[in-house]
């Protein structure tokens, strides 16, 4: 299974967008190296988990195909993980020789909410009849293209569902962000699901800041690691990353990566593949 990291910035991007900070304008000094686009990661080249604003210039700067992929997980609405306006382009006299011409959207009743506004208008018939959208809640499981799905409760925003996702094929990936700390019940139903994770990828907004209700910071992902092996779903094969990173956070590379190194941790960055 190959992973890519296309964007690991949380809401705001990195620099962000409207932000003159140190931070920010230290990595506006070295794009090449520093640039954090808005989280979003390809799996093997065809199932895509979340649709930020950068998608098309994620395909653009790592040559994705983003008309090969016909699954699409999507996380939560805000728009750092879902917008939905680009959709209108997938067809009519917008696109040609797409590789898949249909797509599959997987995601809560809110990211439906946001799909129908966003194309509302300008969606033509013959774009929107070969996308399909399918309603996720927390504790299912389904395939999609040849991988299976168990959607998890994230601890993130009211009045949605964010959902976690565990992803298996040949092998297994844990993705959690956007989220805090979540339940016990989640580490249960992985468990009762069998479930060994390959890699784990984790919401890392805060990096060494101060914990909040809605993020993570590395303490939190050594207690969530910490959990995962209690319960047996990771063990000394299991690769960990930690990523969605906000400017507050200074995510410079060399910063992120020594941190995330001194808890037994990979920061991953804008282009980053990890084979599992
Ligand atoms: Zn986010
Ligand atoms: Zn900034
Ligand atoms: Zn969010």
């Known amino acids: 299974m190959k992973l890519q990291y296309l964007g690991t910035a949380a809401a705001e991007?990195?620099?962000?967008?409207?932000?003159?900070?140190?931070?920010?304008?230290?990595?506006?000094?070295?794009?090449?190296?520093e640039w954090r686009s808005r989280s979003q990661v390809l799996i093997d080249g065809r199932l895509l988990i979340d649709f930020p604003p950068d998608s098309y210039a994620h395909a653009l700067r790592f040559g994705v195909d983003l008309s090969a992929v016909r699954h699409l997980l999507v996380t939560h609405s805000h728009t750092d993980h879902f917008y939905a306006q680009e959709f209108v382009n997938r067809g009519y006299k917008f696109a040609a020789g797409m590789k898949e011409p249909r797509l599959d959207i997987y995601g809560n009743e809110e990211v439906f909410s946001v799909y129908r506004e966003s194309t509302r208008r300008e969606m033509r018939a013959e774009v929107g009849e070969n996308i399909a959208f399918?309603?996720?809640?927390?504790?299912?499981?389904?395939?999609?293209?040849?991988?299976?799905?168990?959607?998890?409760?994230?601890?993130h925003t009211a009045g949605e569902e964010t959902l976690l996702f565990c992803i298996r094929a040949d092998k297994t990936v844990l993705y959690l962000n956007d989220t805090a700390p979540f339940s016990e019940e989640v580490y249960a139903f992985l468990r009762a699901e069998g479930v060994r994770a390959d890699l784990v990828s984790m919401d890392c907004t805060q990096l060494d800041r101060a914990a909040s209700k809605r993020h993570m910071n590395l303490q939190d992902n050594v207690f969530v690691r910490q959990k995962l092996l209690e319960y047996g779903i990771c063990g000394p094969y299991t690769k960990y990353y930690v990523t969605h990173f906000s400017h507050n956070s200074a995510p410079l590379r060399d910063r992120a990566e020594r941190l995330a190194a001194s808890y037994g941790f990979c920061a991953a960055h804008d282009g980053l593949t990890v084979e599992v």
């Open 13 to 33: 991007g990195f620099p962000a967008v409207f932000c003159n900070c140190e931070h920010c304008r230290a990595a506006a000094r070295d794009l090449a190296r």
């Open 134 to 155: 399918h309603v996720l809640h927390p504790w299912q499981k389904f395939t999609a293209g040849g991988y299976e799905v168990l959607t998890l409760p994230a601890v």
